[in-house]
């Protein structure tokens, strides 16, 4: 269906473009062949979808980006089908487009259709997935490098950083605003919504523990929350903050870590990642207190509220101009 689509809106475009552009014409043509095509087909041209069937071509005849996907077994025969035209790839179904051609940016558009097919997302969770405005907050956690190849292969996980979004969304917890609350407070609302912050990790992440107790010495020290990523295959350690980040936070998440990877971590399994999720945080002091290329303890923020993307976009702005 989407295919046909496609075809007759390149019809419409075809015809339209035969010298009469006129507002009017466009009217009519699209009001004719609705008619004539309900008659003969009956539902799905109404003159409103035949617009979007109008704009749905536009869009993506002129799409510049070549997009790749997991090549599933129905995925391979679908493109096989038509490698040899010059058409483009659809894998989601007609309404997944209607959402995505609303994205103006090509990038953003690219990357929602490689994240819908590869994680199989239904139009709701789309929808809910672009609300969350991942596709910024993945841009503001990543390299200029990182950004490129979100518009071409989605996400992908292949190094700790890229487990890492900043910030994490937390809207599901109910909290508002400027309610106070404590770190045990935090914590018993993440595990009461397991299911909603392990989506707000991402891919791969599976729940270990809470509250795990390591001890040495004789002295007993308690992890927030464990967590194992399946595509980095390593475990991931998360420390709750409530307030603004300090350094010894950061000296006690590196404890966690080598002890994980001296005493609990496989020999085939890779090195531990901590992550400090905190309120408040200074990128100046993170840099400072942890080692040059450290790459497996991080700081992240967290909202409570979600964020509007119009100050994630300004946020955007900002580092590219500081880049």
């Avoid at 109008?54 to 997009?67: C, D, G, M, N, V």
């Avoid at 596709?135 to 190094?159: A, C, H, N, P």
């Avoid at 990877?261 to 999720?277: F, V």
């Amino acid at each position: 269906m989407v295919y046909t689509y496609y075809e007759i809106g390149n019809m419409i475009v075809e015809e339209e473009q035969k010298g009469k552009k006129r507002a009017e014409y466009g009217k009519q043509l699209l009001k004719q062949l609705s008619l004539k095509l309900s008659k003969e087909f009956g539902k799905g041209f109404a003159k409103r979808n035949l617009e979007l069937i109008r704009q749905f071509y536009l869009t993506y005849s002129q799409a510049k980006t070549e997009i790749i996907v997991n090549q599933s077994p129905k995925t391979k025969s679908v493109i096989s089908q038509f490698k040899k035209s010059d058409k483009p790839t659809f894998l989601l179904s007609w309404t997944h487009y209607i959402k995505l051609m609303r994205i103006e940016k090509e990038d953003e558009r690219n990357f929602y259709e490689i994240e819908s097919v590869n994680n199989k997302w239904s139009v709701r969770e789309l929808e809910r997935q672009y609300n969350k405005s991942l596709y910024e907050r993945l841009v503001l956690s990543t390299d200029k490098e990182g950004v490129k190849k979100l518009s071409k292969k989605g996400q992908i996980i292949e190094k700790p950083k890229d487990a890492v979004k900043d910030p994490l969304v937390l809207d599901f917890l109910g909290f508002k605003q400027k309610q106070i609350y404590t770190e045990t407070g935090l914590e018993q609302k993440i595990t009461d919504k397991l299911e909603y912050f392990l989506l707000e990790l991402g891919k791969g992440f599976t729940f270990v523990a809470r509250q795990k107790r390591i001890s040495f010495d004789d002295k007993h020290f308690y992890i927030d929350l464990v967590f194992y990523n399946r595509l980095l295959k390593c475990f991931v350690i998360i420390d709750l903050k409530i307030g603004e980040l300090k350094h010894q936070d950061l000296g006690q998440l590196q404890m966690y870590v080598n002890y994980y990877d001296r005493e609990i971590k496989l020999e085939d399994e890779n090195p531990t990642i901590g992550i400090i999720l905190c309120k408040q945080k200074s990128d100046a002091l993170v840099r400072f207190t942890l080692p040059l290329n450290e790459n497996q303890i991080f700081a992240s923020k967290y909202e409570t509220v979600l964020p509007s993307k119009d100050k994630l976009k300004q946020l955007i702005e900002n580092r590219e101009l500081d880049e």
